[in-house]
């Protein structure tokens, strides 16, 4: 009989960090199942052709690492960003496993150098144009691992792990959870059941409707979550140069004057490079910056929280529906927009797109109208933070700042767990950023940390 101590469905941020936490601190027999490729075989056409040729899965967004491998690896020291888990385990214990799983980064190659503990005049400086336009900065120490040595280190991890005795099945789709009197027994791989006394649920945000169907089918108590809308803003570096230099990444909370909506920044990357993400019959856009190659632009996006309320319960459906409007207007491409036009509510041309000193670092995006794709709402949302930001970054709200539409983070419904992240189902655990728990590379990791922990104790 197929039999593990503990299966670990993704090996996305947390589902490595378990197994990592798994296999030094225990004997446990650990199988970890990926529907996507070992990183060495997580190749994207795109980055040499310009041309996405729809890799199923999508290589970016699936394999050893999840999002992470290609992401622009920043580590977020902090745990009053990336996510929820304080509020399972405390601020102090969020903090002590952050400190742990940063220095595991080290010990794998990680650059030493943190941004924004230095130059606090400077930082407060910035916190005092936020107050006066509205926003809260939240000034997180930043370990920037850059996205082509993001790779190198989680080649180096999985290695590991290998060398270390965890099982990895690659390419391969779990169907489903087995479950006995209320208790895990394993998993099923097409007509092969895996038995294992502990399974792991750690499939990131690509997984978050594979999550979702597998607690509907098993009645795994799930709740409405959080999900996040809005743009990609692309900009000259000379506009965000203060807060690149001091912070790296600049974390600005906004709430709308007009609706109440909680707007954030996400994902910063001076002298990056906008990309697109797939998840399965869509496109999305993200972005990266790179170690050893600089663009003259910073990208990051703009995200509009909504949660919805009863009747509504489908928030990864409304925010697909918009991706796949995007994806039709803009004939399977990402679309491009300059703010002056976004305002003026016309569509951005060709001639128009070129006008001033952007160069688009997204090659194939396709000029267009975000108006037609995006709610008046969500835009109204967009605008206002873009002006008030403007007040911190001037240049900001200039007529050439490009808005690339549309950028998704999607989460499964907030799956219910207890303080140690245990289904009502015994033996079966939901972390990471697909289970509505975490909303970052550091918290993600951490919570594998203490979940593995918690079965090694057991």
Known sequence: MNKYDVIIV??????????????????KKVLMIEKGNSIKKRVCPKRKTNICVNCNPCNITTGFSGAGAFSDGKISLS??????????????????????????????????????????????????????????????PVRHLGTEESYKIYTKIEEYLENKGVDLKFNTQVDDILIEDNNI?????????????????SVGREGSEWLRNICNKNNIISEPSTVDIGVRVEVRNEVMEDINKYLYEGKFLYNSKTFDDKVRTFCQNPSGEVSIERYDDLITVNGHSYKNSKTENTNVALLVSKHFTQPFKDSIGYAKSIAKLANMLGDGKIIVQRYEDFKRGRRTTHDRLYRGNIVPTLKDAEPGDLALVLPYRIIKDIEEMIEALNGVAPGFSSSETLL????????????????????????????????GITRGIAQANSNGVYVANYIISK
Do not use: H, M, R, W
Not at 108 to 119: E, M, T, V, W
Not at 191 to 197: F, R, S
Not at 407 to 419: A, G, P
């Open 404 to 435: 690339y539409g549309v950028e998704c983070k999607l989460y499964n419904n907030k799956v219910k767990v207890n303080n140690n992240f245990e289904t009502d189902v015994k033996g079966l655990f939901a972390i990471g950023d697909g289970a």
């Open 10 to 27: 993704g090996a996305g941020c947390s589902g490595i960090f378990a197994a990592y936490e798994l296999i030094n601190k225990s004997n």
């Open 79 to 140: 745990p009053e960003v990336g996510g929820n888990l304080p509020e399972y385990i405390g601020y102090d214990k969020t903090q002590e496993l952050i400190d742990y799983i940063d220095s595991i980064y080290l010990s794998f190659g990680a650059d030493k150098k943190i941004y924004g503990l230095d130059n606090n005049d400077k930082i407060k400086e910035l916190k005092s144009k936020a107050i006066i336009n509205n926003l809260k900065l939240i000034a997180c």
């Open 185 to 201: 027994k394993g998993v099923l791989v097409g007509n092969e059941k895996i038995y294992a006394d502990n399974v792991i649920l």
